[in-house]
C-alpha cells in the first residue's frame, strides 16, 4: 500500500535518489576492484613459483657452496617450508604492509620499489602526457579532414607504430639516435660518474629521457589518435552541429566548441584505462634502455629469480592498473549523464 502510495505521489524511493545510487554504484566498483586485488595477490604468490630455476642456486652462483649450506639459505628465507605455509607468511607480511625481503638485494622490497618508483613515474608521465596531447590533436584533425592526404598518412603512420613491438622499436632507435649518430645517450637516467645539480642535472636527465619516452609515446599515442577519430567522426552527423553552422559560427568554431567536447568522452575514459597499463608496459622500454625504475627492476627480479622482487613489483603494477580502472568508472559515470540513472 505504501509503495503505491509513493508511485502515485511520484515521491522518490530510496533506490531512486542520486546519493543512493552513487553510493551503490561506487560499492559496486569497489567491490569489484577489492576482489580483483585478491586475485591478483594469490596470482602473484602462486604463479612466480612455478618459474623455472632455484633462487638459492642463483644467489650461489659461481660460489664454492655445499649441500649443507644451500639447506642453510633455503631455511632464511622459508623455501624450506611448505607452499601453503609460505603463502600464508606471505599475506600476514602484505597485509603489515611488509613485501618481504630481496633474495638478490639484502633490502625490504617495499624499500626498492619507492626507491625506483620515481624515475617510472618520469618516465610513464611524460611519455602519457605527450601521447594524450598528440593523439587527441591529430585524431581532431583527421577526422575533420576526413578522406583528405592528412587523414590517410596520419591513421596510416599510427596503425605502423601501433602495430609495432615496443622492444623492437626501442633498440632501433637506441641503434640510430643513439649508437649510430650518438645524439642522445644509450642508457641510464644520468651519465655514469657526473656529479652534476640544478640545471646540468636537469638537462643530463632530460637527454637520457629521450629515447624511452619516444618509444613509449609512438606505441601508446595511435590508440588515442584513432579513438578521437572515430569519436568525432560520429559527432560530425549529428543535428546540433548543423544548428551551430546555422548560426553562423566558423568550422574551426564548430569542431572546437561543439564537436570536440562531446567526442572526448570514449577518449578521457580510455586515457585512465591506458594509464595503468602504461606503468606496467615501462618493463620492456626501462629494459632496453636500462632505466632504473620498476620495470628494470622487475626484468633483474626475473633473472635471478627474485621471488618477494618479482611479487612486489607485480603487486605494485596490477593494483595501478586495478585503482586506475576504478577511476576510469568513475568519471565516465561522471561525464555521461545517461549513466546517472544506474
Known sequence: MTQLLVEETGAPTAASRPGSSWLRYIALKAGGAAVSLVMVITLGFFAFRILPGDPVRSLADGRQVTAEQMDILRRQYGLDQPMLVQFWRYLTDLFQGKLGESYT????VMELILDRIGPT??????AALLSVMLGLWLGQRAAWRRGSAFDKAQTGIALVFWSVPTFWLGLLLLLIFGGGLRWFPTGGMITAGSAETGLPLIWDVARHLVLPVLTLVAVVYAQYLMVMRASLLEEMTSAYLVTARAKGLREDDVR??????????????????????????????????????LGYLTFQALSAPDYPLLQGTFVVFSAIVVVMNFFADVLYRVLDPRLRSI
Open 256 to 293: 572546437r566548441k561543439h564537436a570536440v567536447p562531446n567526442a572526448l568522452l570514449p577518449t578521457v575514459t580510455l586515457i585512465f584505462l591506458t594509464l595503468g597499463g602504461l606503468v606496467g608496459g615501462a618493463v620492456t622500454v626501462e629494459t632496453v634502455f636500462s632505466w632504473p625504475g
Open 121 to 126: 613515474l618520469l618516465l610513464t608521465g611524460t
Open 105 to 108: 638485494y639484502n633490502r625490504p
